[in-house]
């Protein structure tokens, strides 16, 4: 079962490094004249100073104002928390709020001063356009630090007025079952950021409808989600092992009626191989193919590994990711992965490129090829336009007259057009010819065609279009030739 993760987290708040760094510096200053510092979570006076005692500082869980959402976007979701410091005298107390993609918030700072435990409230409201899955903690920076617990929490956006349920209703789950396990339920080997423990899950339902469930990671939540399921759906996760232990994972679904899988249970003991099979993985430059009728461009290339491992996968065009996947080797090979077709737009349609990166249990790779720029093919002709002129050949003429007639036609087209049918003919003697042109765009294109001149007078052209659209033209011609010069008197 390939690993979901967490999916798309909330849009980063970060402050700049020496932002921070000002900010925790200044924490806790004390009166001009007795200048202290922040050290190991203790305020310390200047030199020669009595010391202070440590203070105690705690932050509760936050609270969101809707844990797992569901209407329409966008939404306004308020998250709140409570700092607690035990204080004698005054401090300033500077904290962030930590978002679940790994971004942090800007630093704030209050100050307090009194005997006892003084309560700070701290909140935040993040607006959400699309569907997230996250959560938020509050870090304390000082005058100690201390970190809350995470808040899990989810939006879930409606149709906004497009409905595309088919059929399906939020309905109550007393009649919702689910089921898991591990896979592999037992891991012996190196634990690196490749190496996996996928879990699998089936929910199976009396009658189709929409559910809501939850992966429960050893008492924490790790993943959560909402499924369409018409009888059964499978729904998955994964992790990777960082030590040797012992552990379990539930699936639970929500709602009313709501229920639990089995524990699915797992077992891992990391093993160094002492370096001695070492694996590494590649990967082929890729091939990209631009579909000029869809304006879309697609790729695929080969992962190849020297060992066993698993391989996870970014494939970005022109520099942004646009798809994810990992694959497993059980010894070395070869395994070719592809990129489904990306529709391109703006810049992009003129030609960019693709990439893939890889990384595997000991090292990574990339490539990149470019693609061809979208052009949109040139709509078929509707109509086609034909005419012709017919001359002598002068360098034939004898005696006034050409032996020799050069006709041409020329066939007009509004679009593109294949097999269009041109023929000439002569009024007289029974001469003709017939071609078949093809356009890729519209245009023109000319025939030509040499015939004797004895017994005509006019040539006719007929271009007709596979579609049944049709022209003709008729071209007449005189003597061109010189009179011959007069025979002089002896």
């Known amino acids: 079962m390939k690993s979901s993760g967490l999916a798309r987290r909330v849009a980063a708040f970060g402050a700049t490094t020496a932002v921070l760094a000002a900010m925790v510096a200044g924490l806790a200053a004390a009166p001009a004249q007795a200048a202290t510092t922040a050290k190991a979570g203790t305020l310390s006076t200047a030199a020669g100073a009595t010391k202070a005692k440590p203070l105690a500082v705690s932050v509760t869980t936050p609270k969101a104002s809707v844990r797992d959402y569901e209407g329409s976007c966008p939404v306004n979701v308020k998250f709140s928390a409570q700092i607690k410091v035990k204080l004698k005298g005054k401090t300033t107390v500077a904290w962030r709020w930590l978002h679940g993609n790994g971004s942090k918030g800007k630093v704030q700072t209050k100050k307090v001063a009194g005997n006892g435990v003084k309560t700070i409230n701290v909140s935040q409201a993040i607006k959400f356009t699309d569907n997230v899955k996250g959560w938020e903690a509050v870090e304390v ?109 539930v699936l639970e679904t929500l709602g ?30 890729p091939t990209t193919g631009t579909n000029h009728n869809t304006c879309a461009v697609g790729a695929n290339a ?107 036609a020329t066939v007009t087209v509004n679009g593109a057009a294949k097999n269009v049918l041109v023929q000439l003919r002569s009024e007289v003697g029974g001469f003709s010819k017939d071609v078949t042109l093809d356009f890729d765009k519209a245009g023109s294109q000319t025939v030509s065609y040499s015939l004797p001149a004895a017994g005509t007078n006019g040539i006719h052209a007929k271009a007709t279009l596979a579609g049944g659209a049709s022209d003709a033209s008729l071209a007449t011609y005189g003597d061109h030739c010189p009179a011959p010069a007069p025979v002089a008197n002896s």
């Open 302 to 408: 080969t992962i190849s590994s020297t060992g066993r491992g698993r391989v996870e996968y970014v494939w970005s065009v022109n520099g942004k990711a646009v798809a994810t996947g990992d694959t497993y080797f059980g010894d070395a090979g070869s395994k070719s992965v592809s990129l489904s077709e990306q529709a391109l737009s703006g810049e992009a349609t003129k030609g960019g490129t693709v990439s893939i990166s890889i990384s595997g249990p000991n090292n990574r790779d990339s490539a990149s090829q470019s693609y061809a720029a979208c052009q949109k093919p040139e709509p078929g002709a509707t109509s086609v336009k034909v005419s012709v002129s017919a001359v002598h050949d002068q360098s034939t003429c004898k005696d006034g007259k050409g032996s020799t007639i050069n006709a041409t």
């Open 141 to 249: 920076l000082g005058p100690k630090h201390a970190t809350s617990k995470k808040v899990h929490f989810s939006v879930t956006c409606g149709d906004n007025g497009n409905n595309d349920n088919d059929g399906l209703h939020e309905a109550d789950y007393d009649d919702v079952t689910a089921r898991a396990w591990a896979s592999p339920s037992t891991y012996v080997g190196p634990c690196t950021p490749g190496d996996k423990i996928d879990f699998t899950g089936v929910i199976s339902v009396d009658t189709p409808r929409w559910v809501h469930y939850r992966w429960i990671l050893n008492g924490d939540v790790v993943d959560r989600g909402k499924v369409k399921v018409w009888n059964s759906r499978k729904v998955g996760f994964g992790f990777s092992p960082r030590s040797s232990h012992r552990g379990w994972a």
């Open 256 to 285: 009313r009626g709501a229920t639990e899988s089995n524990r699915a249970g797992y077992k891992v003991w990391c093993k160094d191989d002492g370096g001695h099979n070492e694996t590494k993985v590649s990967v082929s430059t």
